[in-house]
C-alpha cells in the first residue's frame, strides 16, 4: 500500500540534506516511500522544480502538500514525534541553535569538502577557511558533549545528530584533522545502523558528479 508520505531525496553519496531528513523519518519510524532524482543529470533541474519552487531536494509530500527544505522536514516528523527534539527546554533550544548554525553556515566547509561518502582523500592539507570552519564545528561538538554524557550532543539521538552525521562524513572523507573527542563521536554516528544501511545505498549507487568528485583533489 502507498504511504502517505513520500520522500524525494538526491543522491545518496552526494545529497547530505537528503541524508539528513532521511534520517530523521526512519528515526521517527514514520513509514514513508522513498523517490531518488539524479542530480546534475540532463532535465534534473526541471524535475526538482515540479516538486519546490526551490528546486532542491529533499521533498516531503505529504497527502496533497509538499514541504520543502530538511528543517523543515525535521520540524514536521518531530510534530509527530516530538522526542526527535531533546525533552529538556533548555536543551531543545541549544539543539535548534546548533541545527540552524549547520542550516545555514559552515560555507567553506560545505564547499571546500562536499558530502562524498565513497571518497577518501589525504591530498595534501585542506585549504585553511574549510580548517578553520572544521574547527569550529568541533568546537561545538565539544560544547554539547562535555555539557552532557554522550553518546550524542544532547544524551539521546535528537535532530541535532541528524545535521552533523554529513559533517561527520566529511572528517572521515578527507582525512580532516579531529580531537579524539570529536573522534569517538564521529565514530558514534558512523556506526549507527540507519547510517550505515545509507552509507550501502551509497556504495551501490552508480551514479558520478565529476564535479564533486574533483574537489580538493
Ligand atoms: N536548505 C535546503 C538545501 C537543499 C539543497 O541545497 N539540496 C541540494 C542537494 S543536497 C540540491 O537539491 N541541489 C540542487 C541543485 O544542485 O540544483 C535544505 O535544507 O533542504
Redo the contacts with the bound molecule.
Keep these: 500500500m502507498k504511504s502517505p508520505l513520500t520522500l524525494f531525496i ?1 543522491n545518496y553519496n552526494y ?4 541524508l539528513r531528513s532521511w534520517l530523521v523519518l526512519t528515526k521517527a519510524e514514520l513509514p514513508f516511500d522513498l523517490e531518488v532524482i539524479d ?1 546534475d543529470v540532463p532535465g534534473y ?1 526541471d524535475r ?1 522544480l515540479a516538486l519546490s519552487d526551490a ?4 521533498v516531503l509530500q505529504v497527502g496533497e502538500d509538499r514541504i520543502p ?3 523543515a522536514i525535521s520540524e514536521f516528523a518531530a510534530r509527530a514525534v516530538p522526542n526527535l527534539w531533546p525533552k529538556d527546554a533548555g536543551d531543545r533550544a541549544c539543539a535548534r541553535a546548533v541545527v540552524e548554525k549547520m ?1 545555514t553556515g559552515f560555507e567553506a566547509l560545505r564547499r571546500e569538502a562536499p558530502m562524498n561518502l565513497r571518497r577518501r582523500t589525504t591530498n595534501g592539507p585542506m585549504p585553511e577557511d574549510c580548517l578553520k570552519d572544521a574547527a569550529e564545528v568541533e568546537a561545538l561538538w565539544q560544547d554539547c558533549l562535555s555539557r552532557h554524557d554522550g553518546p550524542f550532543l544532547f544524551d539521546d539521538w535528537s535532530i541535532a545528530d541528524a545535521f552533523y552525521v554529513p559533517v561527520a562524513t566529511r572528517f572521515e572523507s578527507y582525512g580532516l584533522p579531529r580531537s579524539r573527542r570529536s573522534d569517538i563521536y564521529i565514530s558514534e554516528l558512523m556506526s549507527d545502523p540507519d547510517f550505515q544501511d545509507w552509507e550501502a545505498m551509497a556504495f551501490a549507487e552508480t551514479h558520478i558528479m565529476p564535479n564533486f568528485d574533483a574537489v580538493n583533489g
Design positions: 538526491g545529497s547530505s540534506w537528503s542530480l533541474k526538482l528546486g532542491t531536494v529533499p527544505d530538511s528543517l542550516h
